[in-house]
T-cell receptor, first 116, second 108 residues
Framework: NAGVTQTPKFQVLKTGQSMTLQCAQD?????MYWYRQDPGMGLRLIYY???????DKGEVPNGYNVSRLNKREFSLRLESAAPSQTSVYFC???????????????FGQGTRLTVV | GIQVEQSPPDLILQEGANSTLRCNFS?????LQWFHQNPWGQLINLFY???GTKQNGRLSATTVATERYSLLYISSSQTTDSGVYFC??????????FGTGTRLLVSP
């Protein structure tokens, strides 16, 4: 039971390059999220997907796009990377239990992205 | 939006000491989680605690939702407890808002 798996773990991009960060979960969760963590700060929500086929903007969506490919997979795309997007990116998933409102989130191991 | 403040920002302990970390939030929340980010950057779930008290080994947590705070207790600290402790609250359905964390260093 791997939980939430992200690839790659590390990536260096040149300004203007594009790339996609991959995330997959094997917990059969409905909801998935992408966060970024900048040095000395907590995590900030980029985009989330409440269920397969839906996506919504979080706190810091500019410069990113997402795709909820199926229930297991949620990808984050940088179309034209900028140095300000240097950060550690975390994917998470949760299973909202509407009867008791249990929405505990579980996180992947992170992707460390550097844009030069 | 909701504000989540953690204190202290930094904490240095000798191995074996006890500590209390605090999380204050500015509005009512649905749920609250505590995480430990280890020195390798991994986020580890500690507690899912919208209210009440929970214990797991040397760690325990208490959330008083009506007074908008949560406490994380670490007893008999070990060097492996080092890292950053985050509190995160749920504002609106399914959206976790993180505090800026408490950085803990436990020295032998």
């Amino acid at each position: 039971n791997a939980g939430v798996t992200q690839t790659p773990k590390f990536q260096v991009l040149k300004t203007g390059q594009s790339m996609t960060l991959q995330c997959a979960q094997d917990m059969n969760h409905n909801s998935m999220y992408w966060y970024r963590q900048d040095p000395g700060m907590g995590l900030r929500l980029i985009y989330y997907s409440a269920s397969e086929g839906t996506t919504d903007k979080g706190e810091v969506p500019n410069g990113y796009n997402v795709s909820r490919l199926n229930k297991r997979e949620f990808s984050l795309r940088l179309e034209s990377a900028a140095p300000s997007q240097t950060s550690v990116y975390f994917c998470a998933s949760s299973e909202p239990d509407r009867t008791i409102m249990n929405t505990e989130a579980f996180f992947g191991q992170g992707t460390r992205l550097t844009v030069v | 939006g909701i504000q989540v403040e953690q204190s202290p920002p930094d904490l240095i302990l000798q191995e074996g000491a006890n500590s209390t970390l605090r999380c204050n939030f500015s509005d009512s929340v649905n749920n609250l989680q505590w995480f430990h980010q280890n020195p390798w950057g991994q986020l580890i779930n500690l507690f899912y605690i919208p209210s009440g008290t929970k214990q797991n080994g040397r760690l325990s947590a208490t959330t008083v939702a009506t007074e908008r705070y949560s406490l994380l207790y670490i007893s008999s600290s070990q060097t492996t407890d080092s890292g950053v402790y985050f509190c995160a609250v749920e504002q609106g359905f399914q959206k976790l808002v993180f505090g800026t964390g408490t950085r803990l260093l436990v020295s032998p």
